[in-house]
Nanobody
Framework: QVQLVESGGGSVQPGGSLRLSCVAS????????LKWYRQAPGKERELVAA???????NYADSVKGRFTISRDNAKNTVYLQMNSLKPEDTAVYYC?????????WGQGTQVTVTS
């Protein structure tokens, strides 16, 4: 079965950095696009970044130039490097894959940006 396990969240001051990781299993990782979403309290879940099988990337306007998504197919892992963090980046971050006509999500990892 498909499993996505996120890690790397935490509490950081504004301007700081974090790197999130998502280890995937249950499908052929290299053949699927991967995405990072986030959900802040009281808000809808939003797409943050996506990476294709070929390594093409897309970002939400709010994170362009600050966040970088990458993947390591040998490790079945997708990363989200987050720099210059702002309080408005505070949210639970989720890894996502669309596989077999279903959306799969990890359990999420909390990112809190506060002084």
């Amino acid at each position: 079965q498909v499993q996505l396990v996120e890690s790397g969240g935490g509490s950081v001051q504004p301007g700081g950095s974090l790197r999130l990781s998502c280890v995937a299993s249950g499908f052929t990782f290299s053949r699927y696009a991967l995405k990072w979403y986030r959900q802040a309290p009281g808000k809808e879940r939003e797409l943050v970044a996506a990476i294709s099988t070929g390594g093409n990337t897309n970002y939400a306007d709010s994170v362009k130039g600050r966040f970088t998504i990458s993947r390591d197919n040998a490790k079945n892992t997708v990363y989200l490097q987050m720099n210059s963090l702002k309080p408005e980046d505070t949210a639970v971050y989720y890894c996502n894959v669309f596989y077999g006509w279903n959306n799969y999500w990890g359990q999420g990892t909390q990112v809190t940006v506060t002084s």
